[in-house]
T-cell receptor, first 115, second 110 residues
Framework: DADVTQTPRNRITKTGKRIMLECSQTKGHDRMYWYRQDPGLGLRLIYYSFDVKDINKGEISDGYSVSRQAQAKFSLSLESAIPNQTALYFC??????????????FGPGTRLTVL | QKEVEQNSGPLSVPEGAIASLNCTYSDRVSQSFFWYRQYSGKSPELIMSIYSNGDKEDGRFTAQLNKASQYVSLLIRDSQPSDSATYLCAVAYGNNRLAFGKGNQVVVIP
């Protein structure tokens, strides 16, 4: 079984709809992240959470919200989807490293299309 | 915004040759650096991490770090068709966040 799972894997929705992307992990990591990836722009951080009570905005949080329901679950919501939110979304987890920065492990991704 | 630059276009290398990828970064205080490989439509997977100046070797991969010049590179020796992918450079900055470059596509020609 995969350590980091994302649902759905693919989603097509319409402008203005609310949508939730879910991430679950069995790695036992405290830290979780949401990224989006666009062609030519690389991976950009949307939100991150270091424990259930800790939520932080990343570089592109506008238009998104998150919920950390448990150590193992971190959900990303688009309250009112717009076409420029069409992208590949990745969840990642990490564990505090020994002396260095955590290594991040990525889920399989969700391809979201907003029409 | 932390800048991580991977400026080279797609790199085509013959099978068995060395592929060389470069990355520069803007944050002088960064201490941790990573190379991820990403196959088309798949998620990034870590192939190398490096924290100290110099070379770090792992199998056919060698990462090189020069903090004074603010660059990190990746060498792939004896390139194989399975190495054809996009390689992402990532640099750590405050609060355990990573800034990613846009990636370099490598195509290994049999």
């Amino acid at each position: 079984d995969a350590d980091v799972t994302q649902t759905p894997r693919n989603r097509i929705t319409k402008t203005g709809k609310r949508i939730m992307l879910e991430c679950s992990q069995t790695k036992g990591h405290d830290r979780m992240y949401w990224y989006r990836q666009d062609p030519g722009l690389g991976l950009r951080l949307i939100y991150y959470s270091f424990d259930v009570k800790d939520i932080n905005k990343g570089e592109i949080s506008d238009g998104y919200s998150v919920s950390r329901q448990a150590q193992a679950k971190f959900s990303l919501s688009l309250e009112s989807a717009i076409p420029n939110q069409t992208a590949l979304y990745f969840c990642a987890t990490s564990d505090p490293g020994r002396g260095g920065t955590d290594t991040q492990y990525f889920g399989p991704g969700t391809r979201l299309t907003v029409l | 915004q932390k800048e991580v630059e991977q400026n080279s276009g797609p790199l085509s290398v013959p099978e068995g040759a060395i592929a060389s990828l470069n990355c520069t970064y803007s944050d002088r205080v960064s201490q941790s650096f990573f190379w991820y490989r990403q196959y088309s439509g798949k998620s990034p997977e870590l192939i190398m991490s490096i924290y100290s100046n110099g070379d770090k070797e792992d199998g056919r991969f060698t990462a090189q770090l020069n903090k004074a010049s603010q660059y990190v590179s990746l060498l792939i020796r004896d390139s194989q068709p399975s190495d054809s992918a996009t390689y992402l450079c990532a640099v750590a900055y405050g609060n355990n966040r990573l800034a990613f470059g846009k990636g370099n596509q490598v195509v290994v020609i049999p």
